[in-house]
């Protein structure tokens, strides 16, 4: 399966704990974009990654949140402390070229599923 | 700020007939409409786009029709099948960033 692929797909966290969430962006893919999907609502931006870059972090909280491309390995989103309004179905989509030069879609993994007690 | 909005949360259509689901946005800096299909438990999947120098896109069954000057966009599916049943997202895209509404879920009743 040459996809999106994230990791876990499900993950549970109590309270205060850290929450890390993983995404192996499709192959010859160099741009990776993290969204977050609350229940009962849409997509929302996070962030937009290029290897060893964040180039927009907009849509991250300010706190507790923090995200990663390295040179070697997958993207990762970090969730420190969790709280319970951090459950949410987190989404990570990869594309072959920068997001302003994107006329096609975007490819997006199957989610990971955060629920914290 | 929802600068995609879908106000249909849901829609029911027989099958056989046409499904429009409909999509607002606010900037008009946008350059590029997107339509994402999603099943539940999985991620979203293109389905069709449409750049703002148009103002109609069809693949098969799929037609988006952008009007820019309402800055409205549909998603015509015809003729409707089961397997279309679904949550459809709109999207829309300036610089680096893509905007997503809240999306609308179509039960195709056979």
């Known amino acids: 399966n040459a996809g999106v692929m994230q990791n876990p797909r499900h993950l549970v966290r109590r309270r205060g704990q850290e929450a890390r969430l993983r995404c192996s962006p499709m192959?010859?893919?160099?741009?990776v974009y993290w969204y977050r999907q609350l229940p009962e609502e849409g997509l929302k931006f996070m962030v937009y990654?290029?290897?060893?870059?964040?180039?927009?972090e907009s849509g991250m909280p300010k706190e507790r949140f923090s995200a990663e491309f390295p040179k070697e390995g997958p993207s990762i989103l970090r969730i420190q402390q969790v709280v319970r309004g951090d459950s949410a179905a987190y989404f990570c989509?990869?594309?072959?070229?920068?997001?302003?030069?994107?006329?096609?879609?975007?490819?997006f993994g199957e989610g990971s599923r955060l629920t914290v007690l | 700020d929802q600068q995609v909005k879908q106000n249909s949360p849901s829609l029911s259509v027989q099958e056989g007939r046409i499904s429009i689901l409909n999509c607002d946005y606010t900037?008009?800096?946008?350059?590029?409409f997107l339509w994402y299909k999603k099943y539940p438990a999985e991620g979203p999947t293109f389905l069709i786009s449409?750049?703002?120098?148009?103002d109609k896109n069809e693949d098969g069954r799929f037609t988006v029709f952008l009007n820019k000057s309402a800055k409205h966009l549909s998603l015509h599916i015809v003729p409707s099948q089961p397997g279309d049943s679904a949550v459809y997202f709109c999207?829309?895209?300036?610089?680096?960033?893509?905007?997503f509404g809240t999306g609308t879920s179509l039960t195709v009743i056979p």
């Open positions: 192959k010859g893919h160099s741009h």
């Open positions: 999207a829309a895209s300036t610089g680096n960033q893509f905007y």
């Open positions: 900037n008009s800096m946008f350059d590029y």
């Open positions: 990654l290029q290897k060893e870059n964040i180039i927009d």
């Open positions: 449409i750049s703002s120098i148009k």
């Open positions: 989509a990869s594309s072959p070229r920068p997001a302003s030069q994107v006329t096609g879609e975007l490819f």
